[in-house]
């Protein structure tokens, strides 16, 4: 087991640091508490990825939010891809570091995708044990974050909330809890999202994620894309007060905007994380 890291990162919002915005955040430094990046776009030896990273980390508390490990694959963890991130968790120091609860891989071949896992008495011993061994190799814990899914298991038995309470129990992992996805699988399979925040004991809420999601027909689609929607405002706003203030995390990655918009779109989830700790006073 591990101890959680004491946050340097306070209960405020912050944005995903895209190569797009980089001149405009060296130069102008956006009033927002943090950034969170992908690890593996950094994973060359030197280069001006780095030397952004290294600039901007000197101003702002970073985290980090992998992709690349497939935690609920059968294929060996690719400990190439362990190390390089320990080596850059090292130089940077992030508060965080997440990583997906799904899988990416099979028969050593990887999918530009986060596909869901079956939620198994079998599947939670298997992506517990590849937990503790990634936190063991990193001597830190782990966050791992709710995806959407597209699909669900027939086979699955376990509550995806209880599924990942359970898992931060048995390995002492965080959890990055992502409104957005709760509310776009909530829709498209007809689900309550309440039932998965309500059993997520609130002290492994580590993190939160908002972020936007296209509507194709009657399937709401992750993208990434647009800014939040009202009706997961909505949920995060109950979470908040459910679990009380947490670093939040602005994510846009496809149609990227001006870097005002994330700028904005993070005030507003300061105005409810503030809200909440005026009510708990």
Request: glycine share 6%.
């Amino acid at each position: 087991m591990f101890s959680h890291y004491s946050a340097p990162i306070p209960a405020q919002a912050g944005i995903g640091l895209r190569s797009h915005h980089f001149r405009e955040i060296l130069d102008a430094s956006p009033p927002v508490a943090w950034m969170e990046t992908h690890p593996e776009n950094y994973f060359g030896d030197g280069g001006a990825p780095l030397r952004v990273l290294e600039r901007i980390r000197s101003k702002y508390p970073l985290s980090f939010h992998g992709v690349g490990l497939s935690l609920g694959s059968t294929d060996p963890i690719d400990q190439a891809h362990l190390g390089k991130l320990k080596v850059l968790i090292d130089c940077f120091e992030p508060v965080f570091v997440s990583e997906h609860l799904s899988w990416s891989s099979v028969g050593g071949r990887s999918f530009n995708d986060l596909l869901p896992l079956p939620y198994t008495p079998e599947s939670l011993d298997h992506v517990c044990a590849r937990i503790d061994e990634v936190q063991t190799l990193l001597k830190r814990p782990l966050l791992i974050e709710n995806i959407t899914r597209y699909l669900t298991w027939q086979d699955s038995t376990i509550p995806e909330g209880i599924f990942m309470a359970e898992a931060a129990k048995r390995t002492g992992c965080g959890i990055l809890l992502d409104i957005n996805n709760l509310y776009v699988n909530a829709i498209n399979f007809g689900l309550d999202p309440l039932e998965v925040l309500r059993a997520v004991p609130a002290q492994v809420v580590q993190e939160i994620h908002l972020a936007g999601f296209d509507r194709f027909g009657s399937m709401l689609i992750d993208t990434h894309g647009q800014p939040v929607f009202p009706e997961v405002w909505s949920l995060y706003e109950w979470a908040i007060h459910h679990f009380g203030p947490r670093p939040t995390l602005i994510e846009w990655d496809t149609n990227l905007p001006p870097l005002a918009v994330l700028v904005e779109q993070a005030r507003q989830a300061d105005a409810i994380l503030k809200e909440c700790h005026v009510a708990a006073s």
